[in-house]
């Protein structure tokens, strides 16, 4: 516990004490040196007397003295007499300043005390407590209306976190368990024969592919959310296209073609690494869904101080309900007739990482799809001039 003279409540009172004890010092100080401006005073002594006396005579022991020397006497105990009062009045204004002080110091610091008993009794483990200080709208009122958005911040963070580390577990489960059951009933028995090693084998090779693949997809999303992370200035179109090259030959193993519209010189500012993780994500899942044969395009292009990247597939297409939770982490919807996309083992992160990648850049994601019609995914990142507006409606990819 912190020394008694070094609390704000202390502080404040010797500070409103203070400052009303000088007050009153400088009022008393002027009011006395009125006074003794305006009278007429001098000392008052035996010898004084006797060199105002008319002809050296005495009355008893009381010299006889002129009047302006009586109000001479009467000024000099008038002064006194206001300096004794005056000091006595300050002595009896330093104490109840003080203690006034006190009382409207512990007024102005209930609020604070109130936020810190409330910070006090929340754990990290439930953040669902708020302060929700009353009163007048002051610095102290919108102290607490801050930490209570921290707080709903924090909170909705860590819940973030529970869910993501609850289904990242829950994805890891499903290989693991595959791996060990292949390697307990095939590999490891002297009784299965070659094709099953050679199924199993393939199996765990699978299972292996789909961890890898979780794997850096976590951690593609936690390398974008480290504090030591820098951007700089990059060419979207560049970027895209370099994406473009890494899925050249899955494309062409399925026949398809990556067809690139790409305008040159689209700067912006961000990571060259995240913004190409960014599309070719979109990539992936395009050559991925696309039919056989079919024509996947890259474009990229600036429009109102905004640079875009789109791609569009002519895939299996998202309904209406699903097209908001598309970019939920974890979320595996079912590709058009009905067939689920579990079948392509992706881990349900990409375009989840690919919203947080655009949104870290200050962009956003926008979806155009319909089933049976394929689906068009655009990046809006503000350019490197900055964006004259909101972000522009339709979908640009002619």
Same mark, same amino acid.
């Given at each position: 516990?912190?020394? *008694?003279?070094?609390?704000i409540?202390?502080?404040?009172?010797?500070?409103?004490?203070?400052?009303?004890?000088?007050?009153?010092?400088?009022?008393?100080g002027?009011?006395?040196?009125?006074?003794?401006?305006?009278?007429?005073?001098?000392?008052?002594?035996v010898?004084?007397?006797?060199?105002?006396?008319r002809?050296?005579?005495?009355?008893?022991?009381i010299?006889?003295?002129?009047?302006?020397?009586?109000?001479?006497?009467?000024?000099?105990?008038?002064?006194?007499?206001?300096?004794?009062?005056?000091?006595?009045?300050?002595?009896?204004?330093?104490?109840?300043a003080?203690?006034?002080?006190w009382?409207?110091?512990?007024?102005?610091?209930?609020?604070?005390?109130?936020?810190t008993?409330?910070?006090?009794?929340?754990?990290?483990?439930?953040?669902?407590r708020?302060?929700?200080?009353?009163g +007048?709208r002051?610095?102290?009122?919108?102290?607490?209306?801050?930490?209570?958005?921290?707080?709903?911040?924090l909170?909705?963070?860590?819940?973030?976190?529970?869910?993501?580390?609850?289904?990242?577990?829950?994805?890891?489960?499903?290989?693991?368990?595959?791996?060990r059951?292949?390697?307990d009933?095939v590999?490891?028995?002297?009784?299965?024969?070659?094709?099953?090693?050679?199924?199993?084998?393939?199996?765990v090779?699978?299972?292996?592919?789909?961890?890898?693949?979780?794997?850096?997809?976590?951690?593609?999303?936690?390398?974008?959310?480290? +504090?030591? *992370?820098?951007?700089?200035?990059?060419?979207?179109?560049?970027?895209?296209?370099?994406?473009?090259?890494?899925?050249?030959?899955?494309?062409?193993?399925?026949a398809?073609?990556?067809?690139?519209?790409?305008? +040159?010189?689209?700067?912006?500012v961000?990571?060259?690494?995240?913004?190409r993780?960014?599309?070719?994500?979109?990539?992936?899942?395009?050559?991925?869904?696309?039919?056989?044969?079919?024509?996947?395009?890259v474009?990229?292009?600036?429009?109102d101080?905004?640079?875009?990247?789109?791609?569009?597939?002519?895939?299996?297409?998202i309904?209406?309900?699903d097209?908001?939770?598309?970019f939920?982490?974890?979320?595996?919807?079912?590709?058009?007739?009905?067939?689920s996309?579990?079948?392509?083992?992706?881990?349900?992160?990409?375009?989840a990482?690919?919203?947080?990648?655009?949104?870290?850049?200050?962009?956003q994601?926008?979806l155009?799809s319909?089933?049976?019609?394929?689906?068009?995914?655009?990046?809006?990142?503000?350019?490197?001039?900055?964006?004259?507006?909101?972000?522009?409606?339709?979908?640009?990819?002619?």
């Amino acid at each position: 516990m912190r020394p *008694f003279v070094q609390t704000i409540r202390f502080r404040l009172t010797v500070l409103y004490s203070g400052l009303l004890i000088v007050a009153a010092a400088l009022v008393l100080g002027a009011i006395y040196f009125a006074v003794s401006k305006s009278t007429e005073q001098r000392p008052y002594t035996v010898e004084y007397a006797k060199a105002q006396t008319r002809s050296g005579q005495y009355l008893g022991k009381i010299p006889v003295v002129q009047v302006e020397e009586v109000e001479n006497a009467v000024n000099v105990r008038t002064l006194e007499t206001l300096r004794n009062y005056s000091l006595a009045t300050l002595a009896g204004l330093f104490l109840a300043a003080l203690a006034i002080g006190w009382v409207l110091a512990g007024r102005a610091l209930r609020p604070i005390r109130s936020i810190t008993r409330t910070a006090a009794e929340i754990q990290a483990t439930d953040l669902a407590r708020r302060i929700n200080l009353a009163g +007048p709208r002051d610095e102290l009122r919108d102290l607490a209306d801050t930490v209570d958005t921290m707080l709903g911040r924090l909170e909705d963070a860590f819940r973030a976190q529970r869910q993501l580390i609850d289904d990242a577990s829950h994805e890891l489960r499903s290989p693991l368990a595959i791996i060990r059951a292949n390697l307990d009933a095939v590999l490891t028995a002297p009784e299965a024969t070659e094709a099953e090693r050679a199924r199993a084998v393939v199996i765990v090779d699978r299972a292996t592919t789909r961890m890898t693949r979780l794997v850096e997809d976590l951690l593609a999303s936690a390398r974008r959310q480290a +504090p030591a *992370f820098v951007d700089a200035d990059v060419d979207l179109a560049v970027i895209a296209n370099e994406a473009c090259e890494e899925f050249a030959a899955p494309a062409a193993g399925r026949a398809l073609t990556l067809h690139r519209l790409l305008q +040159p010189g689209l700067a912006t500012v961000g990571d060259h690494d995240a913004l190409r993780r960014a599309i070719g994500n979109l990539i992936s899942n395009a050559v991925r869904l696309a039919p056989a044969g079919s024509v996947v395009t890259v474009a990229a292009g600036e429009r109102d101080g905004w640079v875009w990247a789109a791609v569009r597939d002519a895939g299996p297409g998202i309904a209406a309900d699903d097209r908001e939770r598309v970019f939920d982490r974890f979320w595996r919807g079912h590709a058009g007739g009905g067939v689920s996309s579990r079948r392509d083992r992706h881990t349900g992160l990409g375009l989840a990482i690919v919203r947080q990648i655009v949104e870290s850049h200050g962009g956003q994601v926008r979806l155009f799809s319909e089933l049976g019609t394929g689906s068009t995914f655009v990046l809006w990142l503000p350019g490197r001039a900055g964006p004259s507006g909101q972000v522009p409606d339709g979908d640009p990819v002619v």
